[in-house]
């Protein structure tokens, strides 16, 4: 099993920044990919941004692009979202999660409410 905890949450105004963080314990050596998600009230939960292991090539929701940036910090077992530019429709619980090489996400956090204010 793998357990994640994200931190980082909060509210912010518009066009600020925020930086989400998700430690992972467990068998995190079977983890390959890393990713968030986020779930708007009233909306399915939808992919922001997933890293692999390697760090190469992140990907990225195009709602997103250009604003957030993904990275991993495999010493710390910790990934990343720094989130600018922030935007009253990045209003979302924030999920981690982690997925392994079956491209499956088998493991998710609890979620950290991100609320940005017009």
């Known amino acids: 099993q793998v357990q994640l905890v994200e931190s980082g949450g909060g509210l912010v105004q518009a066009g600020g920044s925020l930086r989400l963080s998700c430690a992972a314990s467990?068998?995190?050596?079977?983890?390959?990919?890393m990713g968030w998600f986020r779930q708007a009230p009233g909306k399915e939960r939808e992919f922001v941004s997933a890293i692999r292991r390697s760090g190469f090539n992140p990907n990225y929701a195009d709602s997103v692009k250009g604003r957030f940036t993904i990275s991993r910090d495999d010493a710390k077992n910790t990934v990343y979202l720094q989130m600018n530019s922030l935007k009253p429709e990045d209003t979302a619980v924030y999920y981690c999660?982690?997925?392994?090489?079956?491209?499956?996400?088998?493991?998710w956090g609890q979620g950290t409410q991100v609320i940005v204010s017009s």
């Open positions: 467990g068998r995190t050596f079977s983890t390959y990919f």
């Open positions: 999660a982690a997925a392994t090489m079956d491209g499956n996400w088998h493991y």
